[in-house]
């Protein structure tokens, strides 16, 4: 089933299903599985470049000797852009550092090396927008309408059973980059989207 907020198509399991990233047990393990980079824009990539230098330092040697061969991001076999990885599935942007959950220190976190330096102040951008709208996946159709999908992956089944265990929708979860990418405005249409759902569609 399909919601329609202004030219967003959007699958109606986003607003039916539980989602809850479970880092201390999942330990980001998104951004090194798989056999592409994460989609980016042309625009991220100038910004991935212009950030470039406050990242460098928690890039793993053999992502930065990618990185100085063939630059931030590829175009993968399907034909998108897409970040630049090493050994054929791990982000070159990803980091290794303990992350603090409630009273409990996470050891050795795959983590986005632009978001910790985001988060330490060091720079202003956060991350690619896809990153952080994962599991959702954006599209645009030939017709151009965006279509938003639940991406569903078995390394997530941590995040599915969090998800189900607080009751959290999986576009209440994505709040933050949602707004980020469409607007307050748009998000607050999504809400009411999913308070008038059909029951027979949840």
């Known amino acids: 089933m399909i919601v329609q907020i202004d030219n967003v198509l959007v699958s109606s399991d986003i607003l039916t299903e539980c989602f809850c990233c479970d880092l201390a047990?999942?330990?980001?393990?998104?951004?090194?599985?798989?056999?592409?980079?994460?989609?980016?824009?042309?625009?991220?990539v100038a910004l991935?470049?212009?950030?470039?230098?406050?990242?460098?330092?928690?890039?793993?040697v053999p992502?930065?000797?990618v990185v100085e061969a063939q630059g931030v991001a590829y175009?993968?076999?399907?034909?998108?852009?897409?970040t630049s990885i090493v050994n054929g599935k791990d982000c070159v942007f990803t980091c290794y550092d303990n992350v603090e959950i409630a009273d409990e220190t996470v050891k050795n976190c795959c983590l986005c090396a632009f978001e910790k330096a985001f988060r330490c102040g060091k720079i202003k951008w956060q991350k690619p927008i896809s990153c952080a709208?994962?599991?959702?996946r954006e599209d645009?159709?030939?017709?151009g309408l965006t279509a938003l999908a639940y991406h569903r992956w078995h390394v997530c089944k941590d995040a599915v059973n969090k998800g189900k265990e607080l009751n959290i929708p999986l576009y209440q979860f994505l709040?933050?980059?949602?707004?980020?990418?469409?607007g307050e405005e748009w998000y607050d249409a999504?809400?009411?989207?999913a308070e008038n759902l059909p029951d027979d569609w949840r």
């Open 25 to 44: 047990k999942c330990k980001g393990v998104c951004c090194i599985e798989g056999d592409a980079g994460a989609p980016v824009t042309l625009d991220e």
């Open 48 to 60: 991935i470049e212009d950030n470039l230098d406050a990242v460098r330092q928690d890039m793993s």
């Open 63 to 65: 992502a930065q000797l």
């Open 175 to 182: 709040k933050a980059p949602l707004i980020r990418r469409f």
């Open 190 to 193: 999504l809400c009411q989207a």
């Open 133 to 136: 709208l994962y599991p959702i």
């Open 75 to 82: 175009n993968d076999q399907e034909g998108d852009l897409v």
């Open 140 to 143: 645009t159709l030939s017709n």
